[in-house]
């Protein structure tokens, strides 16, 4: 990713992988500033030394925890898309916001004709209005490369334009599924990139899988067997865990809390690895990641942006 | 549920709730027994003072830390179903298991018919086998009442069989879809019934709905608003949370990460509660409960037994 679209060009999202081990890594390649979704994670980048830019994303309506940090000298940003939360970033100690503008995923932003206004209202105040922000999340899983790169297009000519009302020098916005077709933006805030799942593993981006949850089979029967991963351990939200590796008809029947159900048998004691579904919710439910070598573990990295 | 199964009939299971504050309320109501799904959940129940007679209704390959529990005079019984775990339980320094045994769900247990096999085994080994379990985990979801029952009785006389051929004092069994129909079981391990979710609330059983996610809109559109608690905060393997409350038409669109969007629109600043569909994966997600009298807190209890 740092040779696609290299330093500043990148603005990393953090939710994907809410581990400070991996954005240090981040930001020697490169990437120092960062995209957040919750308080939490801008505190916790804060307290790892990596706050030098971090970009709140999303819209809060008591900004004091943020604006504590602003006072303890690091930068965050704030998205605002309306009256509220303008004066909640305002109260909150905020100094500097970006406006979010709907691009098209009934989300968060406001309407792109408005964005100007908002603009002006955050300015009054006394807030220093970076430029904007609108995510195409509604476009970066599309599989099929041409309809992804069309709504894409439609999605940042709407931000292009609310820029030109706004002003500023940000244009945030993209992700792992349209960093490179997103050319509209100058910064992509992709975070999956990092780490893959099986929903993105889909559009054939030339990154690897590269956190699987390792479990234990415990219990085998004739037609299928039984490993100590369950749904407690996945993000569920996009379906099943996939396994890697095994024999080609290997695959996973359904999760409990605490296991898989895979077919066909394994032996009791044999290791599978598991492709999570979705990365983002998969990485929540853990308190660590191991990193291995080979069969090595070489490190350990504390999962240490979670909660809120 | 202590009113239905008063004192040992129940064996509350704390996979659902996670949090010995709620654990200690159903001690005090009577049922001082527990199931647990994993290491931890033990751990955290010994902790909390509440040791005295824990199921960990799971196989394990290494009971190293069960079996330390054990030696600081906790009592924990576990579940085993093949040689592998017998001979982990035995290694690990446990004393006391439980047969597992398959009642028609493809997941751990032994084949009924090995159930006798199986505690021979177990009580070569030096292990006090207090009986047999066996989880009709493909019954208790089903809506139709005929057919629930019916299931349930095919499922336990397989499990009152092998229990014939283990002996001992249990025959561990049910869940909050089955309490009242499994009366072949002599312990029933339910535990979502003390918080509920949009899956069991579909059974009409007599109990409310305690948890709800509260969230805060931070975002409003003309056909939507958007809410702060997304598919981080919610176990999704059973679909999106539904909103409690509002006008009968009010409806969950989608999640994202941190997100709900919710039609018709709410006001910036609207508080909006939600009822997970699956309360397990959802209280893994959360550090704390808030409890809650009309809009007072009144308590906070710590979701303690999350992780492995």
Chains 1, 2 share one sequence.
Not at 138 to 161: F, N, P, Y
Not at 199 to 215: E, H, I, S
Not at 258 to 285: C, F, K, N, S
Request: hydrophobic share 45%; proline share 4%.
């Amino acid at each position: 990713m740092a040779d696609a679209i290299p330093g500043a060009r990148l603005r990393p999202h953090v939710k994907a992988h809410k581990c400070t081990g991996i954005a240090r890594r981040q930001a020697a390649a490169g990437h120092a500033q960062f995209t957040c979704a919750t308080i939490r994670e801008c505190e916790g980048m804060v307290a790892a030394g990596l706050g030098g830019d971090l970009l709140l994303a999303n819209e809060v309506l008591d900004a004091r925890r943020v604006g504590a940090l602003v006072a303890a000298a690091a930068r965050v940003t704030l998205a605002v898309d309306s009256t509220e939360t303008i004066e909640a970033a305002t109260a909150g100690g905020v100094r500097e916001v970006l406006i979010d503008v709907n691009v098209g995923l009934p989300r968060c932003g406001c309407a792109p004709e408005d964005a100007g206004k908002m603009a002006d209202l955050a300015r009054s105040r006394g807030l220093e209005v970076r430029g904007v922000m609108g995510y195409e999340g509604h476009v970066v899983g599309i599989q099929d490369d041409a309809e992804r790169s069309a709504k894409c297009k439609t999605a940042m000519e709407l931000l292009v334009a609310a820029h030109g009302d706004v002003g500023g020098e940000l244009r945030s916005a993209g992700g792992t599924g349209t960093y490179l077709i997103n050319t509209w933006a100058n910064e992509i805030q992709a975070g999956s990139y990092a780490l893959m799942d099986i929903a993105y593993g889909k559009l054939g981006l030339p990154f690897d899988q590269a956190v699987f949850v390792l479990a234990t089979v415990v219990s085998a029967a004739p037609g299928w067997a039984v490993a100590d991963a369950g749904l407690k351990a996945f993000g569920m939200d996009k379906g099943n865990p996939a396994l890697h590796g095994g024999p080609p008809e290997a695959r996973v029947l359904f999760c409990s809390d605490e296991h898989v159900t895979i077919t066909p048998t394994r032996q009791v004691g044999d290791r599978v690895w598991l492709v999570p579904a979705h990365i983002d919710p998969t990485m929540a439910y853990h308190e660590r990641a191991y990193v291995v070598s080979g069969d090595e573990v070489v490190d350990m990295w504390p999962i240490d942006l979670r909660g809120w």
